[in-house]
């Protein structure tokens, strides 16, 4: 009988203990996470302009917040259609671009709505206007209708000088100028010797650094 009882009691003990922790897991489970947040690893605002897809390399696909495998994918889907968007509709079809990107750069998108207006005379060929420099020049001190004059597009001086404000109002270096989206490499080769400014970043400069009246950069959030 004794021993009928220790048993019983010692099923008690372990049904208890299970129990326990059994609460102890829901408990966790629900777990209170309302106050986290996850934020994109590029939360800096884009500076939009006119641009051509067909002539955008992989950093500056990056730059326009694509990461470095969806870039990847837009450059092999150029190849695929054969090495050339004709259309936005045709670069809305790339499944790396999402519906809301492609809303957000369709009005910068130098190509015309569809194929079949691809392929009318007057949408055979965008214009596009030779960067012309001919004496070295500080770019801090160029506005937009002196990038115009340079051959930039309205759009595009506009967004070169939103970017240097960004930096705090001071381009730094022919490094952080070349990081402007709007910039392509072949236009940079251009520039590069005519820039009065140093070769390289300054060790521990940060954006807003020179801009005490900045705001702090807006943090994005995105679904994950």
């Known amino acids: 009988m004794k021993k009928n009882y220790y048993q019983q009691l010692a099923f008690l003990g ?5 129990l326990f922790g059994f609460q102890k897991y829901r408990s966790r489970e629900k777990e ?3 106050d986290v947040h996850f934020i994109s690893n590029n939360p800096s605002p884009l500076h939009l302009a006119e641009f051509n897809p067909n002539e955008l390399d992989e950093k500056q696909w990056k730059n326009l917040g694509f990461t470095e495998k969806q870039a990847a994918t837009i450059l092999n889907y150029k ?6 968007f004709l259309s936005k509709e045709q ?6 671009v999402s ?17 079949s ?6 949408f ?4 596009k206007k030779p960067i012309m420099v001919s004496r070295k020049f500080n770019p801090d001190l160029y506005g937009v209708i002196d990038w115009v004059k340079m051959g930039f597009s309205e759009r595009q001086a506009e967004a070169i000088v939103n970017y240097k404000k960004y930096l705090g109002g001071s381009f730094v270096s022919k490094e952080k100028f070349r990081e402007c989206f709007i910039i392509s490499e072949e236009n ?19 954006q807003y650094a020179n801009n005490s009246n900045s705001k702090a950069t807006k943090i994005q959030y995105h679904p994950f």
């Open 14 to 18: 372990v049904l208890l203990i299970i």
């Open 32 to 34: 209170d996470f309302s």
């Open 79 to 84: 190849k695929v259609v054969g090495g050339k």
């Open 91 to 96: 670069f809305k079809k790339c499944y790396a």
């Open 99 to 115: 519906e809301e990107k492609f809303s957000e750069l369709r009005p910068y998108i130098q190509l015309p709505e569809s194929n």
């Open 117 to 122: 207006e691809a392929k009318s005379s007057r």
């Open 124 to 127: 055979t060929n965008f214009e």
């Open 188 to 206: 940079y080769k251009k520039l590069s010797g005519y820039l009065i400014l140093p070769e390289k970043t300054p060790g521990g400069f940060t």
